[in-house]
């Protein structure tokens, strides 16, 4: 069959069950925890446009950047720009283009269903819901095939999911009512490893209500802060002091093995309109409030960006903008295959699970940790060195 039965470990950006005219590909997850594709290939009329539309079998992206603007950007409004993971410019970018009748499409947590998941926003406050990051693999199939092609929509999701979204549009010669925005990604863990985390916290918290990955408490440069607020009590959890899910996600212990071996999206490569993300860096170093990283990628893109009357935008190179982004893929933690065992035999794991593989961890890398610090050492010999040749 001409389709995408044959596809394992992708992107799993859905795309394929969205543009699948005959509605026979659906969209679940698979022994290790990512969206995958399953065929029912009897109903399957060999038209290939899930093959087609598919970023991951597809070399290269699916735009040709004419421009490239950059800037730092943050809202004017301050509830805004406090409630965003940086600085509320993806925010500002929706409630622009909504005012303007486009429809806007993004992603918020279903508290019910445990998921991220896209969602459709016709108004400015159900929008709201989309604000702040969601450090999870989004099910994307119910927002994107509740897309109408004849309208006009921002939409928003990882590289990954606007490149393949891109070329359905494409496809389907909709391309010019669609604004595409993406964000630096780092990708995206199991979702075996969110359910173990929910299942670790939840009995702390009671019924779920609320969940966020990023917080401002402790200022913007400290903001990878776990809050789960249930019926019973609230948690709050920074990755500085060791939070779980930021210590398998960030530490790469369950990643996507596409996100590792196959993302072609690092840095400046992109298939959207405009790409977002935090602006770290020494140039707002001393900003606690957050800032954004604003990147227009083409005519569209930056007519969006000049029109936004309630951020400030301030013009940099894009060396500047992107500084400290990944230029490349995440590699695989040196435990990665035992926690892969461990998530697909159950959720239910402890957290002295973790914390005891992390010692292993630890002592399994120690000769690294020693080769850094020798080769820290030779380089400030070398800047001693110099500093006194100055001299």
């Given at each position: 069959?001409?389709?995408?039965?044959?596809?394992?470990?992708?992107?799993?950006?859905g795309?394929?069950?969205?543009?699948?005219?005959?509605?026979?590909?659906?969209?679940?997850?698979?022994?290790?925890?990512?969206?995958?594709?399953?065929?029912?290939?009897?109903?399957?009329?060999?038209?290939?446009?899930?093959?087609n539309?598919?970023?991951?079998?597809?070399?290269?992206?699916?735009?040709?950047?004419?421009?490239?603007?950059?800037?730092?950007?943050?809202?004017?409004?301050?509830?805004?720009?406090?409630?965003?993971?940086?600085?509320?410019v993806g925010?500002?970018?929706?409630?622009?283009?909504?005012?303007?009748?486009?429809?806007?499409?993004?992603?918020?947590y279903?508290?019910?269903?445990?998921?991220?998941?896209?969602?459709?926003?016709?108004?400015?406050?159900?929008?709201?819901?989309?604000i702040?990051?969601?450090?999870?693999?989004?099910?994307?199939?119910?927002?994107?095939?509740?897309?109408?092609?004849?309208?006009?929509?921002?939409v928003?999701?990882?590289?990954?999911?606007?490149?393949?979204?891109?070329?359905?549009?494409?496809?389907?010669?909709?391309?010019?009512?669609?604004?595409l925005?993406?964000?630096?990604?780092?990708?995206?863990?199991?979702?075996?490893?969110?359910?173990?985390?929910?299942?670790?916290?939840?009995?702390?918290?009671?019924k779920?209500?609320?969940?966020?990955?990023r917080?401002?408490?402790?200022?913007?440069?400290?903001?990878?802060?776990?809050?789960?607020?249930?019926a019973?009590?609230?948690?709050?959890?920074?990755?500085?002091?060791?939070?779980?899910?930021?210590?398998?996600?960030?530490?790469?212990?369950?990643?996507?093995?596409?996100?590792v071996?196959?993302c072609?999206?690092?840095?400046?490569?992109?298939?959207?309109?405009?790409?977002?993300?935090?602006?770290?860096?020494?140039?707002?170093?001393?900003?606690?409030?957050?800032?954004?990283a604003a990147?227009?990628?083409?005519?569209k893109?930056?007519?969006?960006?000049?029109?936004?009357?309630?951020?400030?935008?301030?013009?940099?190179?894009?060396?500047?903008?992107?500084?400290?982004?990944?230029?490349?893929?995440?590699?695989?933690?040196?435990?990665?295959?035992?926690?892969?065992?461990i998530?697909?035999h159950?959720?239910?794991h402890?957290?002295?699970?973790?914390?005891?593989?992390?010692?292993?961890?630890?002592?399994?890398?120690?000769?690294?940790?020693f080769?850094?610090?020798?080769?820290?050492?030779?380089?400030?010999?070398?800047?001693?060195?110099?500093?006194?040749?100055?001299?």
């Open positions: 069959m001409n389709n995408v039965s044959d596809i394992k470990d992708c992107f799993g950006c795309v394929c069950a969205v543009s699948c005219p005959k509605t026979t590909i659906t969209i679940a997850l698979n022994k290790n925890g990512f969206y995958e594709p399953v065929v029912d290939e009897s109903r399957c009329i060999d038209c290939a446009i899930c093959r539309v598919c970023s991951f079998i597809n070399s290269g992206l699916s735009l040709e950047k004419t421009e490239i603007t950059s800037f730092a950007s943050w809202s004017n409004d301050e509830d805004v720009r406090l409630r965003a993971s940086s600085g509320g925010f500002e970018i929706g409630k622009l283009l909504i005012n303007q009748g486009y429809k806007a499409c993004g992603v918020r279903n508290i019910d269903k445990r998921r991220a998941e896209h969602y459709i926003a016709d108004n400015v406050e159900d929008y709201k819901a989309s702040g990051s969601k450090y999870i693999q989004s099910y994307t199939v119910c927002g994107l095939k509740s897309v109408n092609l004849k309208e006009k929509y921002l928003t999701g990882t590289p990954c999911q606007i490149d393949s979204f891109r070329r359905y549009i494409r496809k389907s010669k909709k391309e010019d009512n669609f604004i925005m993406d964000f630096f990604c780092h990708g995206v863990p199991s979702m075996w490893m969110w359910e173990n985390y929910l299942n670790i916290n939840e009995p702390l918290v009671g779920l209500q609320f969940v966020s990955w917080n401002k408490k402790t200022g913007w440069h400290n903001s990878y802060a776990m809050n789960l607020v249930g019973n009590r609230e948690i709050y959890s920074l990755m500085s002091e060791g939070d779980l899910f930021y210590r398998l996600f960030l530490g790469d212990w369950c990643m996507n093995p596409a996100c071996k196959n072609k999206f690092k840095y400046k490569a992109s298939s959207a309109d405009i790409r977002i993300g935090d602006l770290w860096g020494e140039t707002y170093k001393e900003d606690e409030k957050g800032v954004s990147i227009a990628f083409t005519r893109g930056k007519e969006i960006l000049d029109g936004l009357k309630h951020c400030t935008l301030k013009s940099h190179s894009f060396e500047v903008v992107a500084e400290g982004q990944m230029k490349k893929n995440a590699k695989n933690a040196i435990l990665y295959p035992i926690a892969k065992n998530l697909n159950g959720q239910n402890s957290l002295r699970t973790w914390d005891r593989l992390a010692r292993i961890a630890f002592l399994l890398d120690i000769p690294s940790i080769k850094y610090k020798i080769q820290r050492a030779i380089k400030n010999e070398n800047r001693n060195h110099n500093n006194a040749s100055c001299h």
